[in-house]
T-cell receptor
Framework: AQSVAQPEDQVNVAEGNPLTVKCTYS??????LFWYVQYPNRGLQFLLK??????LVKGSYGFEAEFNKSQTSFHLKKPSALVSDSALYFC?????????????FGQGTTLQVKP | GAVVSQHPSRVICKSGTSVKIECRSL??????MFWYRQFPKQSLMLMAT?????????EQGVEKDKFLINHASLTLSTLTVTSAHPEDSSFYIC???????????????????FGPGTRLTVL
């Protein structure tokens, strides 16, 4: 069965410090991985995706993620956090069943950046 | 580009009434749209997958007669919550997926674009 896990319910960092939001996955075959961000009472905004190629993927708003096949991880990172980065972050993997592009989401991680 | 809108953004209704939520892709054609439900501080629960011109595919445990989905065009899908009850109160989010042509072939690797969500409160 395919699954995504975000082991941390909340991550707290100080503004200007680097941040990491963790994600691990379990799929058979090559994974298609995504990161989304959600601000309060809003839909999800796409940050970045890994399909193939370079393991380090750069996305929107200065975020990047590193695909690690041996550790089955796809952690989200940013070198210097901003208070405005505070939001709910979701990691997702594309389901391999069917061809609809259905996504399987992790449980979400709340990022709190303090000034 | 790739903007998805939802209407209404917020709706309050009486128990027993039906509510229709619209999801539109504004600047692209969406062959597939998805409907999610989200409870406070929780992840998204996929309710159904909607393909233009065909019946929606519902996830296990989702009542198809209660949550009616119509995807009549490549830019519009609707979710109707029939005979709504307080337990149906939730945040409903739609997403749309487009096809992008790469190297002369359709690509199914592209991301979903999400609407802003609809907050439904049933009294």
């Amino acid at each position: 069965a395919q699954s995504v896990a975000q082991p941390e319910d909340q991550v707290n960092v100080a503004e200007g410090n680097p941040l990491t939001v963790k994600c691990t996955y379990s799929v058979s075959g090559n994974p298609y991985l995504f990161w989304y961000v959600q601000y309060p009472n809003r839909g999800l905004q796409f940050l970045l995706k890994y399909i193939t190629g370079d393991n380090l993927v750069k996305g929107s708003y200065g975020f990047e993620a590193e695909f690690n096949k041996s550790q089955t991880s796809f952690h989200l990172k940013k070198p210097s956090a901003l208070v405005s980065d505070s939001a709910l972050y979701f990691c997702a993997v594309r389901s391999l069943s069917g061809n609809t592009g259905k996504l399987i989401f992790g449980q979400g991680t709340t990022l709190q950046v303090k000034p | 580009g790739a903007v998805v809108s939802q209407h209404p953004s917020r709706v309050i209704c009486k128990s027993g009434t039906s509510v229709k939520i619209e999801c539109r892709s504004l600047d692209f054609q969406a062959t597939t749209m998805f409907w999610y439900r989200q409870f406070p501080k929780q992840s998204l629960m996929l309710m159904a997958t909607s393909n233009e011109g065909s019946k929606a595919t519902y996830e296990q445990g989702v009542e198809k007669d209660k949550f009616l989905i119509n995807h009549a065009s490549l830019t519009l899908s609707t979710l109707t919550v029939t005979s709504a009850h307080p337990e149906d109160s939730s945040f409903y989010i739609c997403s749309a997926r487009s096809w992008e042509i790469k190297q002369g072939q359709y690509s199914s690797y592209n991301e979903q674009f999400f609407g802003p969500g609809t907050r439904l409160t049933v009294l």
